[in-house]
């Protein structure tokens, strides 16, 4: 059924005679009734797993694909089904599918790494897997980092009772503030790299901010850690993971497929070529269609060279991926007129948002932009946001390298560090999350996490604020 659905969309989008002609939708003339459908689905992911756990978790996916189609039919009707047909085909070939296809990738590979022998998870170790793991995320990505530790994290902390902090500061650090010192850590930055952003630009002028705050929330999750290890009998008498296999890895071949994946992301940025495909109305560049396809090429190779022992242990499944492959398919789809109305500018229904980070004298508030970035990365695709703020702020790399540095700077640090606000913020959050539940872990509800998030890393940013970007 999926597949005839797929192959029906694909043979109408082939016949719309207008998707060539379909231009970049004119914000300023949507309403932003438009952007309804998009805080519908985030309000499901938000609310219907707290009032109808059960069935959320057999339906969210065609919750998702109904609030895309309650944008998509309407927008389709009132403006034609040329534009509605551009506008997918832009979503999916230009965002999406190259999005899921480096998670898949990532997910996949770091599945297949197993880190034998039994942890113990005390807070010095908890705290150490923190620190490797914010380290990792800039070079490897957060999504790839995220996955290589989670479960080893997960399960030498499955003899004690407290294990909600570990994984909620997990996607604080891991998820999202360690990838924020090169073009690989997250999308935002590969995108600012794409558009003429040095490779080291990010590692030289965000260090300072990254290291106080992943130094900052590595101290308090140490003291938390602490705590729940002395003062609440955190220790279960028997230990579910036994002592009976010395520390090391299996499954090291993916080691040398995760590298692949770094380096087909990098060619993709470096390579420059004139051979561009038009694809219902998008344009397709060789050195994506490249990387997409060797992407794909060492999934299945993952696959095949990772013992099936390997996946056990792990006890790798396909359900995080699909989650996340299925809620965000609807958000990339219902955000396509709310990205619209703010590339609109001053002029578009979301003008206030796009004035409140200028100055009087026109020039741009560094403070404000790290708050515009960082709250709507919380809540939108932290990507598309990067590049609205970028755009807003002029646009030219080597300005907003030099004259504009703390510009850049603001929406880099916003763009990534408020991406761990919520759990949609950044594709690793959601992934962490259902990996956790997956084992057995009952992770806070949307409006849970936001607790978290705004009781201890609101203020940080505040304190940041005042800092760096005052």
Do not use: C
């Amino acid at each position: 059924m999926k597949l005839r659905t797929a192959r029906w969309v694909a043979a109408a989008l082939a016949l719309l005679p207008s998707l060539a002609l379909a231009a970049d939708m004119d914000g300023s003339q949507l309403s932003v009734l438009w952007g309804v459908p998009f805080a519908g689905i985030l309000l499901s992911i938000a609310i219907i797993p707290l009032v109808a756990p059960i069935f959320w978790h057999h339906h969210f996916g065609k919750v998702s694909a109904a609030w895309a189609l309650a944008f998509l039919l309407p927008f389709a009707l009132v403006f034609g089904f040329g534009a509605a047909g551009a506008g997918v085909a832009h979503a999916l070939l230009a965002e999406y599918i190259p999005f899921i296809i480096l998670l898949t990738a990532l997910f996949t590979v770091a599945g297949g790494i197993y880190i034998k022998g039994n942890l113990h998870g005390s807070p010095g170790l908890n705290t150490g897997i923190l620190a490797i793991g914010a380290v990792l995320a800039s070079f490897m990505g957060t999504t790839g980092a995220s996955m290589l530790l989670i479960r080893p994290l997960i399960r030498a902390n499955d003899n004690r009772k407290h294990v909600v902090h570990v994984v909620v500061f997990f996607i604080f650090i891991v998820s999202n503030a360690g990838g924020s010192l090169t073009p690989l850590g997250d999308p935002p930055l590969f995108l600012g790299f794409l558009k003429g952003v040095e490779f080291s630009w990010t590692l030289t002028h965000i260090f300072p901010e990254t290291l106080f705050l992943v130094g900052t929330l590595l101290v308090l999750f140490y003291a938390l850690d602490w705590w729940y290890y002395h003062k609440r009998e955190e220790v279960r008498p028997a230990d579910p993971t036994p002592d009976d296999r010395r520390f090391g890895f299996d499954g090291g071949v993916n080691f040398l497929l995760l590298a692949g994946v770094v380096g087909l992301v990098l060619m993709s940025g470096l390579w420059k070529s004139d051979v561009v495909f038009d694809i219902a109305g998008t344009e397709v560049g060789l050195p994506g269609i490249v990387r997409d396809l060797g992407l794909i090429a060492i999934t299945v190779a993952s696959l095949q060279l990772t013992p099936g022992s390997v996946h056990a242990d792990n006890q790798f499944s396909w359900g995080p991926m699909q989650e996340v492959a299925k809620l965000f398919a609807g958000i990339f789809l219902t955000i396509i007129p709310v990205i619209a109305m703010l590339k609109a500018g001053v002029d578009g229904p979301f003008g206030a948002v796009v004035s409140a980070v200028t100055n009087p004298d026109g020039s741009p508030n560094p403070a404000m932009y790290f708050w515009a970035t960082g709250l709507l990365s919380s809540f939108l695709d932290n990507a598309p946001t990067y590049l609205v703020f970028f755009n807003t702020a002029g646009g030219d790399a080597q300005v907003l390298m030099t004259t504009l540095a703390p510009t850049l700077v603001a929406i880099s640090a916003g763009a990534v560090f408020m991406g761990a606000n919520s759990y949609i913020g950044n594709a690793p959050n959601l992934m962490v999350k259902a990996i956790a539940e997956d084992r057995g872990v009952k992770m806070p509800s949307f409006f849970g996490y936001m607790a978290w998030s705004v009781g201890i890393l609101v203020p940080l940013f505040a304190l940041m604020t005042w800092l760096f970007f005052a």
